[in-house]
């Protein structure tokens, strides 16, 4: 029994061959102008590198792919660092003393909300009200500038007890801390009203005197 379609393939095999020919040469194309678009992407994003200049002089990162990292930094790319260079050739400015900035509130503000706290209250109630006030600042990070206007040694020890009063102002708050003489040769010339900057915490207040404990002193 003859195959209707074999019989049909035979008589028109000619036509069959030129078509198939046709569309395997179609695909053949496709395949070769598409496989150099996928392998440029791909190596776009693995391999090629890349340099930023980060401003000032001899500032270079050059790094490879999408999400490489300098110090934690993303700058381009995705996975390794080939390259780094980092050239500082200016040293940082140091801020002057009387141009820093306070931490807040600052030894004034405290002091000024001291009064305002204590308005309307009964004199029976003032001292309960004021201290449960001034407990709120303890262990309180501070840096101030500050003006010394004392300075006295401690008697069977190196430390020195250093009187200061908060900012440049005529009146300021009252602060006092210790520092080891030895640390602070400065403080043996210092004369009164001599501006300083200091860090460190509260560590005691009372009504009248905000006591630090001293993590930094820096002089002008």
């Known amino acids: 029994m003859s195959n209707p379609f074999l019989d049909w393939v035979i008589a028109h095999k000619e036509w069959c061959f030129s078509t198939l020919c046709a569309a395997f ?11 150099p678009l996928a392998k440029g992407r791909e190596k776009s994003r693995s391999g090629s590198e890349t340099s930023i200049v980060l401003g000032g002089t001899g500032n270079t990162l050059t790094a490879v792919g999408i999400g490489a990292t300098v110090n934690g930094g993303v700058i381009v790319g995705s996975h390794n660092v080939q390259n780094v260079v980092i050239n500082h050739n200016q040293n940082p400015v140091e801020i002057p003393i009387r141009d820093r900035k306070s931490s807040t509130p600052t030894g004034n503000e405290i002091r000024q909300r001291q009064k305002d706290a204590l308005n309307g209250i009964p004199l ?3 001292g309960d009200v004021l201290q449960k006030y001034l407990d709120g600042f303890v262990n309180l990070p501070v840096a101030w500038p500050i003006k010394i206007d004392g300075v006295w040694p401690r008697t069977g020890s190196e430390d020195l007890r250093i009187g200061a009063t908060y900012g440049e102002e005529a009146w300021g708050a009252c602060i006092r801390f210790n520092v080891r003489g030895s640390d602070f040769p400065i403080l043996k010339t210092l004369e009164d009203g001599h501006l300083a900057f200091v860090q460190g915490r509260i560590c005691e207040i009372n009504e009248y005197v905000i ?5 930094n002193l820096e002089f002008e």
Not at 211 to 215: A, I, Y
């Open 25 to 35: 040469g179609g695909a053949f194309a496709i395949l070769k102008w598409v496989w």
């Open 124 to 126: 029976v109630l003032k």
């Open 211 to 215: 006591e630090l404990e001293v993590s």
